[in-house]
């Protein structure tokens, strides 16, 4: 086995070297469309940045894949990328032929991906062999593609968002859990001493995936869509706006956040603050739980519940978040690569990486093994049940994460640096994401 981390410079170079074969004439390189051969015995994996750090990632693929290795006699190089390049290199992969023969994907994209015609659709036979489509819950399977087509992914680890909370701050300043939005700010706006560092709520500002995410959840709390029925953009409209403004308005209105997460690009480091007691609140997925747990914060020593909505807003928490895992259709080794996938979905394999990620369980009948309080893994249930709700299943939703998540990324920088952030200002960045979906979809 061969693994590789590609920190975001390497990844820059797999997206030039992947644009540069497009239209053909390019050397033949491992993985799809390389030298594997029909009956090739070597897979190449791109693995998706789960863990609390790259290394930590290695740490947990190595010993499943050498036993996969170990199994079926496949040899699997792995290279696990960062989330910020995940998705231009995955595409850029698509356009050129050019990529790895099994990929981790965003399931947000993956309707996007599907339209490509670049992945392999799952059949009938294939999922027999994975133990039939009703194996999967069926939230999860949900994701895997377009309504009424055959999907181009499969689930593999299942997320979904809350709000985590330090409970001795909390308990400290004698406050509750927020209920309401209204009770998020009131908490955070106790809980920030600025002069010492510590801010009532920390947020992921310069990642895009996760504003877009952000900006999904409470616009729609807001009465906001950001498409319609036709699947056209509607990034204006009043709920949007106003779910936008509320996230950007705990840094510019309230001061409640620390201005330098404007410079934070992973997940992981928003997840570092708060475990490190320098945030009170957390707004992120399942998954930050093994953040947290490698710096040192314990289940016990926090709290989650659903991220609140304001007064009279729809009781939206989070979405059916996640990640899937696909097949290139131009894989020289498709026999091994089905193996691959059936052994990462296999009933072992999801006890094993659910518990080393804290991910949720994408296979019926299965519970979640990750460390955790049992008043938690309740409300991670309840969340699932009663809270999430689906992205929209259009093509144009990488282009709506990329446009309006850099939307929402540009008024957390403006707010950072000591700029008002009106409504007009929402308006005219949501405006301008909208203006750009023809390019970018």
Sequence with gaps: MKTRILTSGASALVLAAALAACGGGGDETEGSGGDGGGGGGTLTYWASNQGASLDNDMEILTPEIEKFEEQTGIQVDVEVVPWSDLTNNTLAAAVSGQGPDVINIGNTNAVTFQSTGAFH???????????????????????????????????????VYALYYNKQQFADAGLEPPATWEDLVSAAQALTDADAGRYGIVLPGGVVNASMHMAFILSEQDGGSAFDDDGKPTFTSDGMVAGVKRYVDLLSEYHVVNPSVAQFTEGPQAAGEFAQGNAA???????????????????????????????????????????????????????????????????????????????????EGLQPTFEAEPDQLETWATIVADYAKPLPLVPEIQAFQANVGEAVVSLIAKAASGGTVSEDDVRAALDEAQQKMGATS
């Design 121 to 159: 659709e799952f059949s009938d036979e294939d999922f027999e062999q994975l133990g039939g489509e009703d194996r999967f819950v069926d939230s999860a399977l949900g994701t895997a593609g377009a309504e009424g087509q055959p999907p181009t992914s499969i689930p593999l680890y299942s997320q």
């Design 281 to 363: 609140m957390l707004m992120a997925q399942t998954a930050s739980m093994n953040v947290l747990r490698e710096n040192g914060m314990t289940p016990d020593q926090y709290g989650i519940v659903p991220i609140p909505s304001p007064q009279g807003g729809d009781q939206i928490g989070s979405f059916v978040a996640g990640t899937n895992i696909s097949i290139f259709e131009n894989t020289d080794n498709l026999d091994a690569a089905l193996q691959f996938v059936e052994f990462m979905t296999s009933d072992e394999e999801q006890q094993i990486l659910n518990e080393a990620y804290t991910s949720l369980p994408v296979i």
